[in-house]
């Protein structure tokens, strides 16, 4: 039974983030969140925020305690709204929103052996345990073994190479959510807003008035951590208050190793104006473009990394025309959701685009895929075949301008259509743009290579579908493994998309397979098909994410983060100046 010393007791300003007085400070570890820098138990640095719940520390050998950390996004920004601890017999929330708060606008708990003490002020939380706990934890906080190296370690012990998919293992809401991370990372100094003052602040030996905590605490993951969060977007506060992030946390460290540090004047009151309104941005006239995260302003940007994390968005394409005429598309929809859930995939959205001979249609909203299925109910399947084969509705759908693809999230396009396109080389342009794997099931010429003319045709029309590597027969509906053999023995009769399709991970199913009069035949199909879209989904990648003004509207672009470059001149004179002034060889960098 976790037995409460005190709660929601108020702590006398300005104060610090207090962390246990009542053990030897050796025999206790702070971690801390403050804005988007997470620091561990043990000291390791990462930059998160996702509007989701995660397991931030549980003891996992008595069950003593477990406290979850609750984000929330609101106009483009998202923050820690609260934690939550729980414990047998004991439940509480500490909110750092100042909804619910005491006097001074901290609030904290205190056990023997936990304190967690969250801050309106700051907009953080820190966690300290005593040594009771040493090797008994795991979370998004680590395990406390006085080893970072291995803190980023998932429920299973295995260690997750990325912070999204650290925080989409543990994730812990009750419904599916958006789990990209949202933190700002700066890449290049050159160009980077505050570096002159977090350089001060945390590298300046003569200058910082944290130097008495130097030789105690590292400030140089604190001179990144004041770095990104400078360069955040500013919604709800001034940008010169982003420092006041790293210097709490700095202080906070600092404090655990008997360093006190004094508040930056900066700092001293932030987020306790009585008028809501002054910590917000005015609102504007201007257009907004839609995030995940809800309306932003023209100029807004943000790098979304992601990782393979439970979301999903697919689009289907579909051309009405004979050859789709009789088709369940509601159907292949639900086998599809059903295929994507046993894959792990909780949060996937449907969009559907829809194009004939003669126009492409506008893009559907992202719902549901009853709600797809509803829009092809009754939808004329007559018209002629496209002579391109769709190449401007896929190239429409990738781009996605209505569908409004979510940043940092795996995209599938699948196309039904008559035919394969006919511009590869165009349509692998935007898909690559735009990270988009892209599956078609139209109508082929399915041959195999061999001696036996008659066995050839009977073993290619078991074929459903391929990729680049294996060919899918009725023989995946009970155990889905693909043939390669029969893959090296293909011969392909199509366009130039043919390649396209399997160049960006996709596959080409043969709709001549899927015959409505033949109910077990179409079982089959529609389950190897889907069993093949939810395999292998690919890893979504960072997307830098802008809202650019476009005459008198605004539109969200997102494109690929670019590549980490090399160092420049500004890093170059802030490793020699860190080097002069700390006497050493290493860099600030390392």
Not at 86 to 95: F, K, Q, Y
Not at 572 to 590: G, M, N, Q, V, Y
Request: with cysteine; aromatic share 8%; net charge negative.
């Amino acid at each position: 039974m976790l037995e409460l010393d005190s709660v929601w007791r108020p702590l006398p300003p300005p104060g610090v983030l207090v962390p246990l007085r009542t053990a030897p400070r050796f025999f206790t570890a702070t971690a801390t969140v403050m804005g988007q820098h997470v620091t561990t138990f043990d000291l390791h640095h990462y930059e998160f925020l996702g509007p989701c719940s995660y397991l931030l520390t549980k003891d996992f050998i008595d069950g003593d305690f477990e406290v979850v950390g609750v984000y929330e996004s609101e106009a483009g920004e998202v923050r820690l709204e609260s934690v939550l601890i729980r414990a047998p017999g004991t439940d509480v929330t500490l909110r750092v929103d100042g909804t619910v708060e005491s006097a001074g606008g901290r609030a904290e708990l205190r056990t023997n052996d936990l304190e967690v003490i969250c801050s309106h002020e700051f907009q953080g939380c820190s966690i300290t345990v005593t040594s009771k706990y040493f090797g008994r934890l795991g979370g998004m906080l680590g395990n406390f073994n006085y080893e970072p190296s291995d803190d980023q370690q998932g429920p299973d012990g295995a260690r997750v190479g990325s912070v999204g998919g650290l925080a989409r293992l543990w994730a812990v809401s009750t419904q599916a959510c958006y789990q990209a991370n949202q933190a700002t990372r700066v890449l290049a100094l050159d160009g980077a807003a505050g570096v002159d003052e977090c350089q001060r602040l945390f590298l300046g030996a003569n200058s910082s008035p944290f130097a008495t905590c130097f030789s105690s605490v590292d400030p140089r993951p604190y001179f990144w951590h004041c770095v990104n969060d400078r360069n955040r977007p500013v919604q709800r506060q001034g940008a010169g208050e982003r420092s006041c992030d790293a210097a709490e946390s700095y202080r906070v460290m600092c404090a655990t190793e008997g360093r006190p540090l004094p508040v930056l004047d900066a700092c001293l009151g932030r987020g306790t104006s009585e008028d809501p309104s002054e910590d917000q941005v005015s609102p504007s006239d201007s257009p907004t473009c839609s995030t995940p995260d809800g309306e932003v302003p023209v100029g807004w940007s943000r790098d979304f990394w992601g990782a393979k994390n439970g979301s999903l968005d697919v689009g289907l394409v579909v051309e009405q025309a004979s050859c789709n005429e009789g088709k369940d598309f509601g159907q292949m929809l639900r086998e599809v959701a059903k295929s994507f859930r046993k894959a792990g995939y909780e949060d996937v959205r449907f969009a559907l685009l829809t194009y004939t001979s003669s126009e492409v249609g506008s893009a559907s909203a992202f719902s549901s895929e009853g709600r797809v299925a509803s829009l092809l109910e009754g939808a004329p399947m007559e018209d002629s075949k496209d002579a391109r084969g769709g190449s401007a509705a896929v190239m429409k759908a990738a781009r996605g301008p209505c569908s409004r693809w979510r940043p940092a999230v795996g995209r599938l396009l699948l196309q039904a259509s008559c035919q394969l396109c006919d511009d590869g080389e165009d349509v692998a342009e935007a898909l690559r743009e735009n990270d988009v794997v892209l599956h078609v099931l139209s109508r082929l010429t399915v041959t195999l290579e061999g001696p036996e003319t008659a066995e050839s045709k009977t073993l290619a029309w078991r074929i459903f579908g391929y990729d680049k590597d294996l060919v899918y027969t009725s023989s995946d509906y009970r155990t889905f493994q693909g043939d390669a053999g029969q893959r090296e023995l293909l011969e392909e009769h199509g366009e130039s998309c043919l390649d396209t399709v399997q160049d960006v991970g996709g596959a080409v199913f043969n709709s001549n397979r899927w015959i409505p009069k033949k109910a077990g035949l179409t079982r089959k199909f529609l389950s190897v098909l889907s069993q093949r879209l939810a395999t292998d989904v690919p890893e979504p990648r960072c997307h830098q994410c802008r809202c650019l003004a476009d005459e008198d509207q605004a539109r969200l672009s997102c494109r690929r983060c670019g590549e980490e470059p090399e160092i420049n001149p500004v890093m170059e004179k802030i490793i020699d100046d860190f080097r002069a002034e700390f006497h050493t060889d290493e860099s600030p960098l390392a």
